[in-house]
């Protein structure tokens, strides 16, 4: 059962001694800063396509797939776009930085025996080269080249959660934009908004963390911050 868009998702709640726990992160604004990355291949698709959108206006689409943005975007050849930009991107990928403090949480919590999985709208060929560089041991990477509808649908989340074999209510989504947020609520996943990301949280408020290392307090019950086991 999905929650509808308007709805929000439960709050997250520290885990219990039964059964598993999933955390899904997003990619681009909580991972990774890859603004960078991002602002060059627009760049090269303004040069090489003519196109006189600017960075921000693609930049408000974030966490939406590619293709759904040059839709909303009204940009004409769009294959040829993307093919331009995933080239760039590709070309530009060491531009791009772990936020601070990301891979210690993500290991603070696989020591916590939660699930790690990752829920993008990146395509696999450019998001699993940023995400081994990150070393941590994610159990399933959803993208949009696997089954299902895209973000803001709640397909890649739920289908992520079957890989793990979690449920919903047992879940955290952490992403940075209105679509992340959207694709949660309806999955019935409860979210918390990174505030290191790109964008704005909408109503209602969800939870809040403002670092990586917040997630911990957020997240994980103080019991389980043991000694050499966490960041």
């Not at 960078?36 to 960075?55: D, I, T």
């Not at 009204?74 to 995933?86: H, M, N």
């Not at 509808?149 to 289908?159: C, G, V």
């Not at 947020?181 to 918390?192: D, F, L, M, N, T």
Request: net charge negative; charged share 25%; hydrophobic share 40%.
């Amino acid at each position: 059962m999905t929650v509808p868009a308007n709805e929000s998702p439960p709050a997250p709640t520290a885990p219990s001694d039964r059964g598993s726990r999933a955390l899904l992160l997003d990619l681009d604004g909580v991972l990774l800063d890859t603004r960078p990355v991002m602002r060059k291949a627009w760049r090269r698709v303004q040069e090489a396509h003519g196109v006189a959108l600017s960075f921000s206006d693609y930049e408000r689409h974030l966490g939406r797939e590619f293709g759904d943005i040059m839709q909303r975007l009204a940009v004409t050849d769009a294959e040829a776009v993307r093919r331009t930009y995933e080239t760039e991107s590709v070309a530009t990928a060491h531009l791009a930085e772990e936020f601070a403090g990301i891979v210690e949480t993500l290991h603070a919590f696989v020591a916590a025996d939660w699930r790690l999985g990752v829920v993008t709208s990146k395509h696999v060929d450019r998001a699993a080269p940023l995400l081994a560089r990150l070393g941590c041991p994610f159990s399933t990477i959803r993208t949009p080249a696997g089954a299902g509808r895209t973000k803001p649908a709640p397909d890649p989340l739920l289908l992520a959660l079957v890989d793990l074999g979690v449920d919903p209510a047992s879940a955290v989504y952490v992403g940075d934009m209105a679509v992340d947020q959207e694709s949660a609520a309806r999955a019935g996943v409860p979210y918390v908004h990174a505030a290191w990301g790109y964008g704005q949280p909408t109503a209602p408020d969800p939870e809040t963390a403002t670092s990586p290392k917040e997630l911990l307090s957020l997240l994980l019950p103080a019991k389980q911050l043991v000694e050499g086991r966490t960041v």
